[in-house]
Structures are given as structure tokens and as C-alpha cells.
Nanobody
Framework: QVQLVESGGGVVQAGGSLRLSCAASGSIFSINAMGWYRQAPGNQRELVAAIISGGKTNYADSVKGRFTISRDNAKDTVYLQMNSLKPEDTAVYYC???????????????WGQGTQVTVSS
């Protein structure tokens, strides 16, 4: 199994910053991509940012210029630096990875448990 453990959520005032971390562990042969989704009450889960092998990144338009995703391949850990936070960034943030557990296995997506980010105005 593959486990993802997130940390770094919390409460911050508008304009502040938070850094989320997500570490993958377990039986992993390779990780092709890691990233973050978020879900606010009453909304669908939406992609926030992703980073794929080679370092290419992708961001939601709403966070471009404010959020930065990075990855430590040696630690199978992904980070999300969130600056200039807005109340509309309030949501549960979910980490994911697309991983292969053993050579020859298909790629599967695994999810973290979610971490709450609350931005007060």
C-alpha cells in the first residue's frame, strides 16, 4: 500500500502564508506525479497544482503567482508554498500521487487524508 501524510494546514489571516507538506511512503517503485487538490464546502474538488517527473508544473489560474509547488524526490515529498492567501482559498487540501508499486504494475492514484486551510478576512 501507499500512504500519504499531509501536514501544514491551519488558520491564517488574509495576505498570510502557509506551507503544506505531503510525504509518500510504503511499497513504491516510482512516482510519476504529485500534487494538490482542494475542496471547499458545497464545491467540487479542484486541482490546485501538480508536478510531474522532470519538474514540469501546472497550476490553477486562481493560484498562479501566489502558490508554488515543489518536490523532494529523495524523500518522496511534495510541498505547496501558499502566499498572499485569500479567504476564497479556504478549503480542505488533499495531496495525491500517481505511483507504481512494483515494476510492471499499472500507475494508480493515491490520496492523503486532507488538511484544513482556513483564511480569515
Amino acid at each position: 500500500q501507499v500512504q500519504l501524510v499531509e501536514s501544514g494546514g491551519g488558520v491564517v489571516q488574509a495576505g498570510g502564508s502557509l506551507r503544506l507538506s505531503c510525504a509518500a511512503s510504503g511499497s513504491i517503485f516510482s512516482i510519476n506525479a504529485m500534487g494538490w487538490y482542494r475542496q471547499a464546502p458545497g464545491n467540487q474538488r479542484e486541482l490546485v497544482a501538480a508536478i510531474i517527473s522532470g519538474g514540469k508544473t501546472n497550476y490553477a489560474d486562481s493560484v498562479k503567482g501566489r502558490f508554488t509547488i515543489s518536490r523532494d524526490n529523495a524523500k518522496d515529498t511534495v510541498y505547496l508554498q501558499m502566499n498572499s492567501l485569500k479567504p476564497e482559498d479556504t478549503a480542505v487540501y488533499y495531496c495525491y500521487c500517481n505511483a507504481v508499486r512494483q515494476l510492471g504494475d499499472p500507475t494508480r492514484r493515491y490520496w492523503g487524508q486532507g488538511t484544513q486551510v482556513t483564511v480569515s478576512s
